[in-house]
């Protein structure tokens, strides 16, 4: 696995795709919490992050795929995942190196944000003043839900050897898991399953750690998810009908 592992993650440093997805976040969350009016935290005027958790997971959803959507399906239409299996790696191996790799890469672009708390907290009346529990609930929350994104955009990526084919995919099942079943709560039929319809999405989970709670429950949600996607990807590969 860290075979695959470091060749994927240096084979996304050696491309332009790493700091395109860097450079693409980064300036578009700086510019969502320091320049933008409607969205400003200089002009929202409470010393808190609620720009980056509220809009970060909707940027996610777009640029995650877009790392993940090369992952296998590029190997299919070059012709080399036939060669990569024949080497002496399991397809666990595989599913997990490259799974990894994005979700460093999602990492790396998370940690240059830190240095927005610290801007904040300064800014504050008095300095200091900003909820620290809660935004370190939203900064596990928001790592959990990219480590989602990623294994469903792996998936995705497994199923066909298109990477647009990959890439509006693993959008839309990403936007659908995040906020697609707070919408079908609103239809008003579901009378008292409102609340377990919910806690099926994302968004529920990612809300309750953004409190400031960290509890097992949500945690145990997210790892959830992210196992049950590898797995089905495993499935996928499996197959082997391609």
């Given at each position: 696995m860290l075979q695959v592992l470091a060749k994927?993650?240096?084979?996304?440093?050696?491309?332009l795709i790493a700091y395109i997805v860097i450079g693409v976040f980064l300036t578009g969350m700086g510019l969502l919490m320091w320049m933008f009016p409607e969205t400003s935290v200089l002009e929202?005027?409470?010393?808190?992050m609620f720009t980056l958790f509220s809009l970060g997971p909707y940027i996610f959803i777009f640029l995650i795929p877009a790392i993940t959507m090369r992952s296998f399906a590029e190997e299919k239409k070059a012709g080399t995942m036939e060669l990569l299996l024949t080497k002496p790696l399991s397809d666990w191996d595989i599913i997990l190196g490259k799974y990894f790799a994005c979700f460093l890469l999602v990492l790396l672009a998370l940690v240059p944000t830190i240095i927005y708390y610290f801007s904040i907290a300064a800014?504050?009346?008095?300095?200091?003043?900003?909820?620290?529990?809660g935004v370190t609930g939203?900064?596990?929350?928001?790592?959990?839900?990219?480590?989602?994104?990623?294994a469903v955009g792996i998936f995705a990526s497994s199923v066909t050897p298109n990477q647009i084919v990959s890439f509006i995919l693993a959008a839309f099942l990403c936007?659908?898991?995040?906020?697609?079943?707070?919408?079908?709560?609103?239809?008003?039929?579901?009378?008292?399953?409102?609340?377990?319809?919910?806690?099926l999405g994302l968004?529920?989970?990612?809300?309750?750690?953004?409190?400031?709670?960290?509890?097992?429950r949500d945690l145990v949600y997210f790892f959830s998810v992210i196992a049950f996607m590898l797995l089905i990807t495993r499935v996928t590969l499996g197959a082997r009908s391609w």
């Open positions: 994927e993650f240096s084979s996304y440093l050696n491309s929202y005027g409470y010393a808190d800014l504050g009346n008095p300095a200091g003043n900003i909820d620290t529990p939203s900064y596990i929350g928001l790592a959990l839900l990219g480590g989602v994104f990623c936007y659908l898991f995040f906020s697609g079943f707070e919408s079908i709560a609103l239809v008003n039929v579901w009378s008292v399953n409102v609340l377990f319809i919910k806690q968004l529920y989970h990612y809300d309750a750690l953004g409190k400031g709670l960290i509890d097992s």
